[in-house]
């Protein structure tokens, strides 16, 4: 039997003579009497055990969780490593146009080649992060100029998030679940509605979902 399933037995057994030596010594005033040296014996047997396997129950939990723990970061650095898609940087920088009455979406940076011959596409960089400590994005609508787009994403929590961006269910680009990091997305999209998910299992279910409109 294994640490887990001795502790158990260990700890039944004990409820069972606590109960046990309760009743005779309900019954009989002369309990324990000589049997005292035997019974103190008896629990100290199962106490110990209980403790010893209780310990060696946790460490083993403990072990198992952090091999988890340690394949998972393999996994994200070997996702990290095989994504080509570097961060927008300087999107940041690039100053709306003067003039422009229209009101820019929370999170939304443009950037692109101002005054190039042929207009280059549009380029936009949004941030997104995961709620700390619920199934939520902080965010449940984005907007965009179509072309290439780009997520900053942020994931504070422990528990693994990512985003997935799709199209009638299809996806159109993302990135495999990081825990307590960023990541950056990026696709080229043409003028739309998208739909952008954390792919981990449940999480869209439980509200880790929102609608990116691409104009």
Same mark, same amino acid.
């Given at each position: 039997?294994?640490?887990?399933?001795?502790?158990?037995?260990?700890?039944?057994?004990?409820? #069972?003579?606590?109960?046990? #030596? !309760?009743? $005779?010594?309900?019954?009989?005033?002369?309990? %324990?009497? =000589?049997?005292?040296?035997?019974?103190?014996?008896?629990?100290?047997?199962?106490?110990?055990?209980?403790? !010893?396997?209780?310990? =060696?129950?946790?460490?083993?939990?403990?072990?198992?969780?952090?091999?988890?723990?340690?394949?998972?970061?393999?996994?994200?650095?070997?996702?990290?490593?095989?994504?080509?898609?570097?961060?927008?940087?300087?999107?940041?920088?690039?100053?709306?146009?003067?003039?422009?009455?229209?009101?820019?979406?929370? +999170?939304?940076?443009?950037? +692109?080649?101002?005054?190039?011959?042929?207009?280059?596409?549009?380029?936009?960089?949004?941030? $997104?992060?995961?709620?700390?400590?619920?199934?939520?994005?902080?965010? !449940?609508?984005?907007?965009?100029?179509?072309?290439?787009? !780009?997520?900053?994403?942020?994931? %504070?929590?422990?528990? %693994?998030?990512?985003?997935?961006?799709?199209?009638?269910?299809?996806?159109?680009?993302?990135?495999?679940?990081?825990?307590?990091?960023?990541?950056?997305?990026?696709?080229?999209?043409?003028?739309?509605?998208?739909?952008?998910?954390?792919?981990?299992?449940?999480?869209?279910?439980?509200?880790?979902?929102?609608? $990116?409109?691409?104009?």
């Amino acid at each position: 039997m294994d640490n887990e399933t001795l502790f158990y037995v260990c700890g039944g057994v004990l409820a #069972v003579s606590a109960i046990v #030596v !309760t009743f $005779l010594g309900l019954k009989s005033e002369k309990f %324990p009497g =000589r049997a005292l040296p035997l019974v103190v014996v008896w629990f100290a047997v199962f106490v110990i055990g209980a403790t !010893t396997f209780a310990v =060696r129950f946790s460490t083993e939990e403990a072990e198992h969780k952090a091999h988890e723990l340690e394949l998972a970061n393999e996994k994200i650095e070997a996702a990290e490593g095989d994504s080509g898609d570097p961060a927008d940087i300087g999107s940041e920088e690039s100053a709306p146009e003067e003039g422009s009455q229209e009101e820019e979406p929370v +999170g939304e940076v443009e950037g +692109g080649s101002e005054g190039s011959e042929g207009g280059a596409s549009a380029e936009t960089t949004l941030e $997104l992060a995961a709620d700390e400590s619920a199934l939520a994005f902080d965010k !449940t609508e984005l907007e965009a100029k179509a072309g290439k787009i !780009t997520i900053d994403f942020d994931n %504070p929590s422990p528990i %693994p998030h990512n985003v997935v961006i799709e199209e009638d269910g299809k996806e159109l680009a993302g990135f495999e679940p990081i825990t307590e990091g960023k990541e950056t997305l990026s696709a080229e999209l043409e003028a739309g509605t998208y739909t952008f998910i954390c792919s981990v299992p449940g999480h869209a279910e439980a509200g880790m979902e929102g609608t $990116l409109k691409v104009q």
